[in-house]
């Protein structure tokens, strides 16, 4: 994607306000300013939930280089024929009526010591608490043969947006009788149970396009989440189509050729058409770059999501490590509010209430056969702890099943809204 | 039928531990009187059929809102499909309160609140239900726990602006549009419903298990907030 990097901002109204009092540069007007780097589930929700909550009392600033969001949960329903790319996108448009200042551009470097963030367009953004959401970036090296420039021939469609409208066509393209390769990811990665509802969307859109079609995933990983689940799923709706091959099989043991479009299995070269390269992940660079980050990850305190690096900044969803909550969209909303009710007691000593976290991943195995997964959380000292959980079981009703289905649908409108307003 | 002596000595034990009333049978005679206010809707015994509730033979294990024949609300049948199967307990929480167990009901009626009355009710119901007293532990003659829980708890007044914030993780799958698919809305629940509706959650009677786990760790107060927050959100 060719971004043009001048700032942008965002709708006629923000820039009216912004033209009329240009706030975002200004330091010294008074009031406390947040600034949040990212629009996804965690960095849209906290933005707008601090612009919300202290009703004007905080400056919300939110810079994200997209002007439309594309949400990588539900991708897959997508690549199924299930929805559409339009279902998935979202305008920032909307972020504006609820107090955000949204910049659309790329943060590039963050000076804590000067309290700032430097923008690829020039200039830099002042902050009085830096919230930092910026997803997923993969890991240089993770899949042998493969790198982002690559990611063409061999997609990974594990953000949302072009990637999966590429892996789509691809798809599409396949000649009858062909072959779908995925290289899943190694823990902890964004969405567990992501790839594997991918594998069988991709089954249900071959299964009626192209039912002689085969399905290769060769996995690091000897067990994957909610597997009972979807091998149950696989042999009753795709029987035959999916070879799932686990590290016990030498899934791990795998290299790819983008150019000759193979894959080498512990040794076993295989041609294929399409292949989906999910490779290692790490934190969004910016909170590399913001220097939290301790390994792949930032590390932070599970009361409010500051950083173990910095009080003043603070990282949510897949980037942080936090202990036990999955990488997910929901997790990072969830993350998101008690992060967002701890900035806003810290800057304008409103009440700061107890850390509680949730997360529930709902998977669609065929039409109307949706299973789901999920747990509550609270903060320890240590991280982010499991307290109860629940999992869809195997042989449940056709009926259950559906409102399992239904029930994804209507979280999707949820987060979505509670994201945009 | 249990005889008098087994009544007793389940009153004996249960004012002992004192467990609550769920562990008291009730008398099929004075149910039948009772299920008087239920005959304008409801038939039960030889020949009932649907009239504008659902017959009530084989009441007991039967699956919320699975009679092809009867009209039931969208709310029961997404009950039925969560999971919800008529038991002592989920029957006796239902004609307590009807709404505050599934949520619009077709069941216009305010509930029967005295304890003996539901008990006897369903001592005559259960009558009608596939030789209840000769499967041992198998409902219905499996008794409820945990349904009662101190009336004080409606009493309690909730902080609404603890009830916002908690109200934040509500509204991850509940719209504030009050959007009503896959998801029901929840804007505006009077609040003795919603808090008699979490504490059924947190009992398990009510069917579902994301709701099950999140009102399972609110506390008596956490669930009053809520329930002062969503009382006024339009």
Same mark, same amino acid.
Not at chain 1, 28 to 43: C, E, L, T, W
């Given at each position: ?53 202290? *009703? ?120 009858? /009788? ?28 071959? *299964? ?5 079609? *085969? ?53 076993? !070269? ?20 913001? /220097? ?30 936090? /202990? ?26 409103? *009440? ?34 499991? !307290? ?34 | ?38 005959? +304008? ?31 039931? +609300? ?93 109200? +934040? ?49 609110? +506390? ?15």
């Amino acid at each position: 994607m060719n971004f043009n990097r001048r700032l942008f901002l965002g709708t006629g109204v923000v820039a009216a306000t912004t033209l009329a009092a240009p706030s975002v540069f200004a330091a010294g007007h008074g009031k406390p300013r947040v600034v949040v780097v990212g629009g996804g589930a965690g960095g849209a929700t906290a933005a707008r939930y601090i612009a919300k909550d202290s *009703k004007g009392g905080i400056d919300v600033t939110l810079i994200e280089p997209s002007r439309m969001y594309y949400t990588c949960f539900f991708s897959n329903l997508y690549l199924g024929g299930i929805k559409t790319i339009d279902d998935l996108g979202h305008s920032y448009g909307t972020m504006a009526a609820g107090g955000v200042n949204v910049v659309h551009d790329w943060a590039v470097g963050v000076d804590r010591d000067a309290k700032t963030v430097s923008l690829a367009g020039g200039g830099s953004v002042p902050y009085d608490k830096l919230i930092l959401s910026p997803g997923i970036d993969f890991v240089d090296g993770a899949v042998e043969g493969w790198d982002l420039s690559s990611q063409n021939a061999m997609p990974h469609a594990y953000k949302g947006g072009s990637q999966t409208e590429l892996l789509k066509s691809q798809i599409a393209a396949m000649p009858q /009788g062909g072959t779908f390769a995925m290289v899943a990811p190694p823990n902890p990665y964004r969405c567990p149970p992501g790839p594997y509802e991918r594998v069988s969307m991709v089954a249900h859109y071959l *299964k009626a396009n192209n039912p002689t079609a *085969k399905i290769i995933v060769a996995d690091p990983k000897p067990k994957f989440s909610k597997q009972g689940l979807f091998q149950e799923g696989w042999a009753n709706h795709y029987d035959g189509m999916i070879d799932w091959i686990g590290d016990d099989f030498g899934g791990g043991n795998v290299s790819v050729d983008p150019n000759a479009m193979t894959v080498t299995i512990d040794g076993e !070269v295989t041609k294929v058409d399409v292949c989906n390269v999910i490779p290692a992940m790490k934190a969004g660079r910016i909170a590399e770059l913001a /220097g939290v980050t301790d390994g792949n990850w930032a590390p932070v305190n599970a009361a409010d999501m500051s950083t173990k690096a910095d009080a003043d900044v603070y990282v949510l969803g897949d980037a942080s490590q936090q /202990g036990d909550m999955p990488k997910s969209g929901f997790s990072a909303n969830s993350q998101a509010k008690v992060c967002a009710n701890a900035v806003r007691g810290a800057l304008t000593g409103s *009440k700061v209430f107890p850390a509680k976290f949730s997360n529930t991943c709902w998977s669609l195995i065929d039409t109307n056969d949706g299973v789901k997964v999920g747990a509550t959380y609270e903060a320890t000292d240590e991280k982010i702890s499991k !307290v109860d959980g629940f999992i869809s079981q195997t042989g449940e009703t056709a009926e259950m099943r559906k409102a399992t289905y239904e029930e994804s649908e209507g979280w999707y409108a949820g987060i979505t809204a509670d994201m945009f307003g | 039928m249990r005889s008098r002596f087994q009544l007793i000595l389940a009153l004996v034990a249960s004012l002992a531990a004192s467990p609550g009333w769920s562990e008291i049978l009730g008398d099929p005679v004075k149910g039948a009187k009772v299920f008087k206010k239920c005959q +304008s809707c409801h038939q039960v015994g030889e020949g009932a059929k649907n009239r504008v509730g659902p017959h009530l033979n084989g009441i007991f294990s039967r699956k919320a809102g699975s009679d092809p024949t009867a009209k039931y +609300s969208k709310g029961m049948i997404r009950a039925g499909d969560d999971g919800l199967v008529w038991t002592n307990e989920t029957l006796d929480a239902f004609i307590e309160n009807p709404r505050a167990l599934v949520s619009k009901t077709r069941m216009s009626f305010r509930g029967i609140k005295g304890t003996d009355d539901r008990l006897d009710l369903l001592a005559y119901l259960r009558g009608f239900s596939d030789e209840p007293l000769n499967i041992p532990e198998a409902e219905p003659i499996a008794q409820g726990k945990d349904h009662n829980f101190d009336p004080a708890i409606l009493t309690i007044v909730g902080d609404p602006e603890y009830g916002e914030y908690l109200a +934040s993780e509500c509204m991850t799958c509940h719209q504030t549009s009050g959007a009503n698919d896959g998801i029901p809305g929840i804007n505006g629940w009077p609040t003795e419903d919603f808090a008699v509706a979490m504490h059924a959650y947190k009992q398990k009677l009510r069917p579902h298990p994301v709701m099950q786990m999140m009102a399972g760790r609110l +506390s008596d107060e956490e669930i009053a907030a809520l329930a002062a927050y969503f009382k006024d959100l339009e």
